[in-house]
């Protein structure tokens, strides 16, 4: 599984290239995939996912034959706005302009990725640093909350 963390400043440039840092493209490890899958996440900000993670991850949440309706309309969206998306030489990839609008994006051109466990965020970066001030007033308790909660699932040593 990748585990994708830190924050990377960047620009999307004039053809809608965005360059993925290295620290990034790295952290994708074996068997997972070269290329990304592009989806819109349910914050409508862009993630981005290694693309044969993506499938496997896509093809659990399908578990029957003839899904519900209510989880065939959310997986049928899911896969009809994420887009396969592959790196150039230099790790740029070329962002969709409909992915983008929806996203609000259009205006951004710079952004912050984010690394977040298992996918990328793409943040227009005044909004990433207006988030991240608004949070650290919190974060010391999300930190101790955090460690309570290890402590209590750490079985006793003997």
């Known amino acids: 599984m990748p ?3 830190g924050e990377h400043e960047t620009t999307i440039g004039a053809k809608r290239r965005l360059p993925i840092a290295s620290a990034l493209r790295e952290e ?4 997972e995939g070269r290329d990304f899958y592009l989806v819109l996440g349910p914050d409508r900000r862009l993630w981005l996912y290694p693309d044969e993670y993506y ?5 659990t949440m399908k578990r029957s034959v003839v899904p519900s309706v209510k989880s065939r309309g959310s997986l049928g969206l899911m896969t009809a706005m ?19 609008q929806r996203a609000g994006l259009t205006d951004s051109k710079e952004v912050t990725l984010v690394g977040e466990d ?7 970066t005044s909004d990433w640093e207006d988030y991240i001030e608004a949070s650290l007033d919190g974060y010391a308790e999300a930190l ?14 003997s």
């Not at 994420?82 to 070329?94: E, F, H, S, T, W």
């Not at 298992?118 to 227009?124: A, E, L, S």
């Open 3 to 5: 585990f994708f963390t």
């Open 28 to 31: 994708v490890l074996a068997g």
């Open 118 to 124: 298992d996918h990328i965020v793409i943040w227009p």
């Open 55 to 59: 499938r496997t991850l896509a093809s």
């Open 144 to 157: 101790d909350a955090a460690a309570a909660a290890m402590d209590a699932a750490t079985p006793p040593q």
């Open 82 to 100: 994420a887009r396969l998306i592959k790196p150039d030489a230099q790790g740029r990839v070329v962002l969709p302009e409909k992915s983008l």
